[in-house]
């Protein structure tokens, strides 16, 4: 479906009945990452999966994407399907957007679901990778950093044993315009550091991340349920940073139990 939002066409998809649930993609994808998640909660919920901005089939104007700017589209989009309230799930630059929301939006919030993300700001030398990243895709195209990024994102397991996964995820990252890439590159560097909203959040969080998750590690995820008032961490084996498609049906039960015992609390 597409949808003019804050000036843009948004494009996401929305299936299923019941209590909403958005999944936020990463970069640099659109929401095909999400599909398996899609078809499977779709049978208890009902999941949305936008394109962000720069992304998919959504528009790309030539801009900077900030965290803030992406959480005033996913709040419009709610706005637009009159959802008072929605589980909000985020990978990785989702994750970034999905806490945007809980600063901003809170109240928008029943659920929160950080995977392979992290609260943290860029460090001076992420930061300044990703503006020489901005200029390389300037001189030479995309290509270098499908090639680049294909091997970051999946565990040497994936790599090695998955070539449907390999290639889905080549594809979608192929897919993708270096305008949207360069103005989701520019936000992530400008973004700031939100580790002091997690003591803040009063929904139940599940931080979820992959053991060989090279980008974002254990460690990582480790501290920042530390900071949570409320929420546990979920290990993935085996699995990279993509860990719902690296390890689809582990990444599944555990959102399906956490939607569920959540729904028991709320009903007691
Ligand atoms: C992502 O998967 O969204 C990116 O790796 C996030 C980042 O570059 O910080």
Do not use: C
Not at 27 to 56: E, K
Not at 81 to 106: C, D, H, N
Request: zero cysteines; a negative charge; charged letters at 25%.
């Amino acid at each position: 479906m597409l949808v003019e939002i804050n000036n843009i066409q948004l494009h996401y998809v929305d299936e299923g009945k019941g209590k909403p649930v958005v999944l936020i993609h990463g970069f640099p994808f659109d929401h095909h990452l999400w599909d398996n998640q899609v078809n499977v909660l779709s049978r208890t919920n009902r999941v949305i999966a936008p394109d962000l901005r720069g992304f998919g089939e959504s528009d790309h104007p030539d801009d900077i994407y900030t965290m803030t700017q992406y959480a005033a589209d996913i709040i419009a989009l709610l706005d637009l399907l009159q959802i008072k309230k929605a589980v909000i799930g985020g990978l990785s630059m989702g994750g970034y957007v999905a806490l945007a929301i809980a600063e901003q939006f809170p109240e928008r919030m029943e659920g929160l679901i950080l995977s392979n993300t992290r609260s943290a700001k860029d460090t001076a030398a992420v930061r300044q990778n990703r503006y020489n990243t901005i200029e390389k895709i300037n001189y030479d195209g995309t290509e270098f950093l499908v090639e680049d990024m294909v091997q970051k994102v999946l565990s040497k397991k994936t790599l090695n044993q998955n070539s449907g996964v390999v290639e889905f995820v080549e594809n979608m990252m192929r897919r993708q315009d270096a305008v949207g890439m360069k103005g989701a590159l520019a936000g992530m560097a400008q973004r700031k550091d939100r580790t002091f909203i997690l003591n803040t959040i009063q929904v139940p969080v599940i931080v979820i991340n992959g053991k060989k998750d090279s980008l974002i590690s254990v460690i990582e995820a480790k501290r920042m349920v530390r900071e949570l008032s409320v929420g546990h961490l979920e290990v993935i084996p085996g699995s990279g940073h993509l860990s719902n498609l690296e390890q689809p049906e582990k990444y599944n039960d555990i959102l399906k139990r956490f939607i569920e015992s959540w729904e028991l609390v709320e009903h007691r």
